[in-house]
């Protein structure tokens, strides 16, 4: 990956969703978060790298004590297509979860292959009870042994490789301030 090539692949793609649209999102998905929350003491566990922009909006927005922790777990490792399992790269401090109300926070669900296998850490390293939520939920893409849904789901998106917001195109383009649909010529 070049920075001409990543400049092409921005160039290309095709806008799904603004920056106002993602942060009426936030707004929505906060509003019901501090109804939910506001008296549990939650842990916010944000799923790296590209839920730290997500867990970033939303912990501006909540009203309420929490803390914050982070996972980084994936079965993309940087390319378009997710493999068939779950790669740990960090593990959240077990005390930080240990009988406390999780907020598992990441920047979409697709398959939701990775969720699940975090959701069921977090219940087997004894967290009083897991909540989840995502900025995109790509309801069409989701596997059948996946997670089938968010607690707190800010946009449904349709079934496209998507950029933007903390989602990435191979690493890159996490930081543009929207969210795009990756032109077909450029899903290698």
Not at 54 to 81: I, W
Request: hydrophobic fraction near 45%.
């Amino acid at each position: 990956m070049t920075p001409a090539f990543i400049q092409e692949v921005f160039a290309k793609a095709t806008l799904l969703h603004s920056h106002d649209d993602i942060m009426k999102a936030f707004d929505g998905m906060a509003e019901k978060m501090q109804v939910e929350l506001a008296d549990k003491n939650p842990v916010l566990l944000t799923v790296m790298h590209g839920g730290l922009m997500t867990a970033s909006e939303l912990a501006k927005r909540l009203n309420f004590p929490l803390e914050m922790d982070y996972v980084h777990a994936t079965r993309y490792r940087g390319a378009t297509k997710g493999g068939a399992s779950v790669h740990w790269i960090h593990e959240p401090a077990l005390a930080s979860i240990r009988n406390r109300h999780v907020v598992i926070v990441d920047d979409i669900l697709d398959g939701g292959i990775t969720l699940s296998a975090i959701i069921e850490y977090c219940m087997g390293n004894g967290a009083a009870k897991v909540y989840t939520a995502v900025l995109l939920d790509k309801t069409e893409a989701r596997d059948p042994e996946g997670w089938a849904k968010a607690d707190f789901t800010g946009i449904e998106t349709e079934n496209f490789y998507v950029f933007g917001f903390g989602l990435d195109y191979h690493e890159y383009l996490r930081n543009i301030p929207a969210i795009y649909k990756v032109a077909s010529e450029h899903m290698l």
